[in-house]
């Protein structure tokens, strides 16, 4: 399948978030009739003459050199994750080469597991099309409810467009649902012959409209860290910090969320932390 419509709505959107002002141009007040920069500006600014910056916007890619790439992204003043994610849409411009169609990855390597269960903070693996694959018995606790080791995997982003409760979870419902759209953006970029994660992007936007519209937006962001505020019934709200560790060769991720030392949210975690072992301790006793 060929990627020009994403290319051309990707660059048309860049180009409409930079101002002239921004990138040091003058206007002389003449009326505008585009937001953001004209194409003839952007080629100006890239240093390519603006039919070839205009085939560019068509979403032709292929073959475009690095040095073009780059003078493009200083241009459209992207950056990190957008910069990137221009350079998978020119990859994947050339067309599926030999061992690109990678898979979704779905296990998790007892070394990880094991990590997991070592963490003193509320932790999951979640793969690049944000299914979460694992997750220790305090993330469980913290998630109340919604997580189940018996129906794994569990999609994030299922579960922020299709289900009632996550709002309800999720305080900060808007800023996470932003944010994992962008990252599901970002990975068809990198990854866009994975069936998987069509059919997941086609399954949301059939069904919801908030998805549709952070769809077309075409933001792509890295996640390393961000506030997350959750409610969970038995502590009420938390105030905590998400943090996301990659683990390049396997294709996953580890979020833990932790608290500023002696806060409510700290005091809260130190609760759950010992609801969730007795809780285990139970459930262990029960099947033995």
Same mark, same amino acid.
């Given at each position: 399948m060929s990627n020009k419509d994403d290319v051309r709505e990707f660059l048309t959107s860049r180009r409409a978030k930079v101002t002239p002002q921004q990138a040091g141009l003058q206007t002389f007040g003449d009326k505008r009739r585009v937001a953001g &920069? /004209? /194409? $003839?500006e952007v080629a100006l600014l890239a240093g390519v003459s603006a039919d070839y910056y205009i085939r560019l916007e068509r979403g032709n890619l292929a073959g475009v050199s690095e040095q073009v790439l780059d003078s493009l992204a200083q241009a459209l003043r992207l950056d990190d994750a957008e910069r990137a994610h221009l350079? !998978? &849409?020119? /990859?994947?411009?050339?067309? @599926?080469?030999r061992g690109s169609r990678r898979t979704t990855v779905s296990k998790v390597r007892p070394g990880v597991l094991r990590l997991l269960d070592a963490l003193a903070t509320p932790a999951y693996v979640r793969n690049a099309r944000t299914d979460i694959l694992a997750f220790n018995d305090l993330a469980l606790a913290l998630?109340?409810?919604? %997580?189940?080791? #018996? /129906? %794994? @995997? =569990?999609n994030v982003a299922r579960f922020l467009f299709l289900d009632h409760r996550a709002p $309800? =979870? =999720?305080? !900060?419902? $808007?800023?996470?649902a932003d944010?994992?759209? #962008?990252?599901l953006r970002a990975e068809a970029g990198r990854n866009p012959h994975d069936k998987s994660l069509t059919d997941l992007v086609g399954e949301l936007a059939t069904r919801s409209e908030e998805f549709r519209t952070r769809w077309a937006r075409h933001n792509v962001k890295y996640h390393r860290t961000a506030a997350k505020r959750l409610h969970n019934s038995l502590v009420g709200d938390l105030e905590l910090t998400g943090e996301a560790? $990659? %683990? @390049?060769? !396997?294709?996953?991720v580890i979020i833990t969320y932790t608290a500023e030392s002696d806060s409510p949210a700290a005091e809260a975690l130190r609760f759950l932390s010992s609801w969730a072992t007795q809780h285990s301790e139970a459930q262990r006793s029960t099947t033995e």
């Open positions: &920069l /004209r /194409r $003839e350079f !998978d &849409l020119a /990859r994947a411009s050339t067309g @599926p080469v998630y109340d409810g919604i %997580l189940d080791r #018996a /129906r %794994l @995997p =569990f $309800e =979870f =999720f305080l !900060d419902w $808007e800023n996470v944010d994992s759209v #962008a990252a560790m $990659e %683990l @390049p060769g !396997d294709g996953l």
